[in-house]
């Protein structure tokens, strides 16, 4: 006999087990605490009196948790340099406003001795102060320096030069000024700002010199180009990074200027000999951007390798492009980028042949982009059909497309498709020996330290294990798969190939049943392709998938081709029916096989509607035939049964029944029978178990509703005539039914009797201006409620106190209004506010009583 201790004492126990639980956490956590200390890597000794983990603090001491900054007391550094800006900004003011107003007042010797003085004053004073250690106050005293010797120019060139031209004298007063300021700040290193201005100041002679000669626009190119080479020299070799940086920002505005240029003179040049020029430009530009990049650091080298593969590009395509018509030279550009590939064994550094490769990678997906215009067109053109069906067969492809895009122009568009295909498929075809080319570039990037950074942490290897994220460290992202890579090559090929053979019969202006049968003859090509990729057991399935896709907006786009002509219709429809449907035998994988299936019941539905169109029927008398398919799709899922296939099959046949019943609802017999013959297809299906749950009660309901149309039709007035006889007979069946089995469902057992009187019933009554009609209605509902209630029945509780709520509210309406109209306005909106309390207030009782009579009608039969 088992033991209980009493409550009391039970709850002591707990107590006691907890406390002692607790104990031995602590216990724990003091270990796991030692060990960490002792597995920590002793921290190096650094300098004496410099403690890493707590700053100044005393031997012995608990050390500052990482992560967190100890505070230290700041130099007033802030107030400093706002008093020296002001301080600085003040006198730039003052120099100012002498040299525009007061300098007219003086005589020349004054005017040089003043500035002079000032000048040497302002420039000689940081030397001073940087001996005293006051490097704040020297780098204001220099900033203002340097504009006192921008006023100096000015002043030289209004009193000592007026004559001479603006851009020629700024020419060489930027550049005396940059070596003046070159050498200062090389004289005095500890200043910051002379570099950087000396550098901005470099950037202009050249400019102003090619402006000043009135020098042509690939002259100003030129200037750009060397002033962004002596910026990148810098760059690489300047002192200091503010020196770099401004190198950098002045070098890349300066180079993209050069590049804008020479590809503007190289775009609109006239012929191969004036695209001379502006290549040697690009050129230049090219072999700059990779000796820049040959030096650079891995980022900066991979944008250099971008630059100088586009700017060679447009140098070397130039010329065969201005020989080229219009719509021809994207090739020239195109095999342009695409030669640049070879830059992988020209011994180029891997940053910088990574960054060639993306500018190849560029050139080719702007050449797609270029094309992918006109396969649009060929797609989506063939739209315009739908507004006249059967109109007639056009005379060649570009009618039916009705675009009007200039298709001589872009007779360039397929053959780009093809070739990118091509090298793509190649590459798919021998991917062994495109990895092998590649592999120099494929290797992992070295360790931090091993690049020629010391100092930086290597980024240690995942644990046995870890995630893929754990590797190299937070930034870490994974690399795509060699066959997921293979699988693209693979499907951009197939994608491009069928674009390519669309836009050739375009260019070509086939006849229009060269087109309708070339664009079917492409989806059975790509099924066959779509299959056989999926079944080979692959690992890149991006093919198939492509394949797939592909097939289907090629089907979709013949068919509506095809609806310009009935005999094309019937054969691009039957012929994508056999299609689809042997795609879906010989299919392995379950989605395709699914996909193909619908396909294949897609067509066969809109080919049955053909028929009625071609006997001339209405759309209401053709609904009858467009539930042939449906009536197929049922048999095929009795042969199929559990099959994966069989759902979407029937789903499929469902949606085809569903437009059936759309086309036949302007006519209400044949919606009538197009609804009875609905509920023959649903009860067919309701004779397999795994169906029958749905199907029954949808036959059913399908069933019913086609009777209430019918007299509804027929202009019955009283519906009882028609729907008693059939209510009695069920209501038996139901009573015999639920004497044999207590456990079936009311709604199962009378739902559909009681349904098939009540509700036409209750449809009349609402219009019926008589009164006996609702009161019998309501009798017959008030006692098929009580019934409902007294054995527990929840088909005839729900249904009768449903019918005896409206037919009640259809009773009431009128004198609720007539007492509505007679209450005040604001009376309603208190009554709902009062009501709304008086939930509020009890909302918890309520919604116990709401799961109670949730839970007595869960507990009806």
């Not at 700041?74 to 730039?92: D, H, I, K």
């Not at 980022?299 to 070397?316: E, H, I, N, P």
């Not at 069906?389 to 492809?397: C, I, K, L, Q, T």
């Not at 509505?820 to 509020?840: I, Q, S």
Request: proline share 7%; with cysteine; hydrophobic share 60%.
């Amino acid at each position: 006999m088992e033991h209980v201790p009493p409550p009391a004492e039970e709850l002591a126990r707990l107590d006691r087990e907890l406390a002692e639980l607790d104990a031995r956490r602590a216990q724990l956590l003091t270990r796991r605490t030692w060990l960490l200390a002792a597995l920590r890597p002793p921290v190096p000794t650094a300098a004496p009196g410099w403690n890493p983990s707590g700053w100044g603090a005393p031997p012995g001491a608990p050390a500052q948790p990482w992560g967190q900054v100890p505070k230290q007391p700041s130099a007033p550094r802030s107030a400093q340099n706002v008093l020296l800006t002001l301080g600085g900004l003040l006198l730039a003011v003052a120099a100012v406003a002498f040299t525009l107003v007061s300098w007219g007042s003086m005589a020349i010797g004054g005017r040089s001795a003043v500035l002079a003085a000032v000048t040497l004053g302002a420039m000689a004073a940081p030397a001073v102060l940087l001996r005293r250690g006051l490097a704040a106050t020297a780098e204001a005293l220099a900033a203002l320096a340097l504009v006192l010797t921008l006023l100096d120019v000015y002043a030289v060139h209004a009193v000592a030069a007026p004559d001479t031209g603006g851009l020629g004298f700024t020419a060489v007063a930027s550049a005396v000024l940059a070596a003046l300021w070159t050498a200062y700040g090389l004289a005095l290193g500890k200043l910051r700002l002379p570099l950087p201005a000396a550098v901005v100041l470099a950037q202009w002679p050249l400019l102003f010199w090619a402006w000043a000669a009135g020098a042509p626009a690939l002259v100003v190119g030129w200037a750009l180009l060397a002033t962004a080479v002596l910026d990148g020299a810098i760059a690489l070799w300047g002192k200091g990074a503010g020196v770099r940086v401004t190198a950098c920002v002045g070098g890349s505005a300066m180079g993209f200027s050069a590049l804008m240029v020479g590809l503007a003179l190289s775009t609109t040049t006239s012929g191969p000999l004036g695209a001379a020029g502006p290549g040697a430009l690009l050129l230049a530009a090219a072999a700059a951007a990779l000796a820049g990049a040959w030096r650079a650091p891995r980022g900066f080298a991979r944008t250099g390798g971008v630059v100088a593969g586009l700017a060679a590009v447009a140098a070397v395509g130039g010329a065969p492009a201005a020989a080229l018509p219009e719509g021809w030279r994207v090739l020239a550009y195109l095999l342009c980028g695409l030669a640049l590939a070879g830059a992988v064994r020209a011994g180029v550094p891997r940053d910088a042949a990574r960054g060639v490769l993306a500018a190849s990678a560029a050139v080719v997906a702007g050449s797609l982009a270029w094309a992918l215009p006109p396969l649009a067109a060929v797609l989506l053109g063939p739209v315009t059909l739908l507004s006249d069906v059967w109109a007639g067969s056009p005379e060649g492809f570009r009618s039916a497309l009705g675009s009007t895009l200039p298709w001589s122009e872009l007779a360039a568009a397929p053959l780009t498709l093809a070739l990118v295909a091509g090298l793509l498929g190649s590459a798919y075809r021998w991917w062994p020996s495109v990895v092998r080319i590649t592999a120099p570039l494929a290797a992992r990037d070295e360790a931090p330290e091993e690049a020629g950074m010391p100092g930086a942490a290597r980024t240690a290897p995942p644990a046995a294990g870890a995630p893929w994220y754990a590797a190299g460290g937070a930034g870490a992202r994974r690399r795509p798969s060699g066959a997921a890579l293979r699988g693209a090559a693979g499907a951009g090929a197939v994608a491009l190939g069928w674009g390519a053979l669309l836009l050739a019969g375009v260019v070509l202006d086939v006849p229009y049943a060269v087109a309708v049968a070339g664009e079917t003859a492409l989806v059975g090509g790509l099924l066959a392709l779509a299959v056989r990729s999926a079944g080979s057991g692959r690992s890149a399935s991006a093919v198939p998938v492509i394949a797939l896709l592909g097939a289907v907006a090629g089907a979709v786009g013949v068919a509506v081709l095809s609806l310009a002509s009935e005999v094309a219709s019937y054969t691009v429809f039957g012929a994508l029916a056999v299609l689809f449907a042997g795609a879906a035998v010989r299919a392995v994988a379950e989605v395709p096989r699914a996909v193909f299936a619908v396909a294949a019941v897609v067509w066969g539905t809109v080919l049955t509607g053909f028929a009625g169109r071609s006997l001339d029927l209405a759309p209401h008398e053709s609904a009858p035939l467009m539930l042939l398919a449906p009536a197929l799709t049922v048999l095929l899922g009795a042969r199929l049964r559990r099959n994966p296939v069989a759902l979407p099959v029937e789903l499929a046949g469902a949606l085809g029944a569903l437009v059936a019943v759309g086309l036949a609802v302007s006519d209400a017999p044949f919606l009538a029978l197009v609804l009875a013959l609905c509920g023959v297809l649903a009860a067919g299906a309701a004779v397999r178990s795994e169906r029958r749950p749905v199907a029954g009660y949808l036959a059913a309901a399908l069933f019913v509703l086609a009777t209430w149309v019918r007299l509804a039709a027929s202009e019955v007035s009283f519906p009882e005539a028609y729907t008693l006889p059939v209510t009695v007979p069920a209501l038996v069946v139901g009573v015999l039914r639920r004497r044999g089995d207590r456990e079936v469902s009311s709604w199962t057992a009378y739902g559909p009797g009681l349904a098939a009187t009540l509700l036409p019933s209750l449809a009349v009554a609402w219009t019926d201006p008589d009164w006996l009609r609702p009161l019998l209605l309501g009798v017959a509902a008030l006692v098929i409620t009580l019934l409902g209630a007294r054995y527990r029945l929840q088909a005839l509780l729900l249904l009768g106190g449903a019918v005896l709520a409206l037919d009640g509210l259809h009773e009431l309406a009128p004198y609720v209004v007539q007492v509505a109209g007679a209450l005040p306005r604001w009376l309603p909106p208190a009554l709902a506010g009062l009501l709304l309390l008086v939930v509020g207030a009890t909302y918890e009782q309520r919604l116990r009583d709401a799961r109670r009579l949730r839970d007595a009608l869960g507990r009806m039969r």
